[in-house]
């Protein structure tokens, strides 16, 4: 049974970081790509960053260019978000995702639809 489960959120004052992860099971998973996707209150689920399966490949929303880092192990098992700058916008829950890797542009990445398998959500609260 495939399963994500995130981990690492919390509330944290603005200014502040914290580092998320994701472990994965269930499947080869270094042969997917992971994303992570967050969903404020009364909006819209959105992309926020995604890595390759071989790991040469980042893409972010650029409202976290520069302030968050994804990264996963060798395994491909486990994904990591590095929330640095936090800003209150920020807030949301924070969800883990992966889809089988294919041939496919950037663009692929930042569609949800493209991710197969969804972790339960980590909250991540930023204080001004």
């Known amino acids: 049974q495939v399963q994500l489960v995130e981990s690492g959120g919390g509330l944290v004052q603005a200014g502040g970081s914290l580092r998320l992860s994701c472990a994965a099971s269930?499947?080869?998973?270094?042969?997917?790509?992971m994303g992570w996707f967050r969903q404020a209150p009364g909006k819209e689920r959105e992309f926020v960053a995604a890595?390759?399966?071989?790991?040469?490949?980042?893409y972010y929303a650029g409202s976290v260019e520069g302030r968050f880092t994804i990264s996963r192990d060798s395994a491909g098992n486990t994904v990591y978000l590095q929330m640095n700058s936090l800003k209150p916008e920020d807030t949301a829950v924070y969800y883990c995702?992966?889809?089988?890797?294919?041939?496919?542009?950037?663009?692929?990445?930042?569609?949800?639809?493209?991710?197969?398998?969804w972790g339960q959500g980590t909250q991540v609260t930023v204080s001004s």
């Open positions: 269930g499947r080869t998973f270094s042969v997917y790509a």
């Open positions: 890595i390759s399966s071989s790991r040469r490949n980042t």
């Open positions: 995702a992966a889809g089988l890797q294919g041939p496919y542009g950037s663009a692929w990445y930042f569609q949800p639809q493209s991710y197969d398998h």
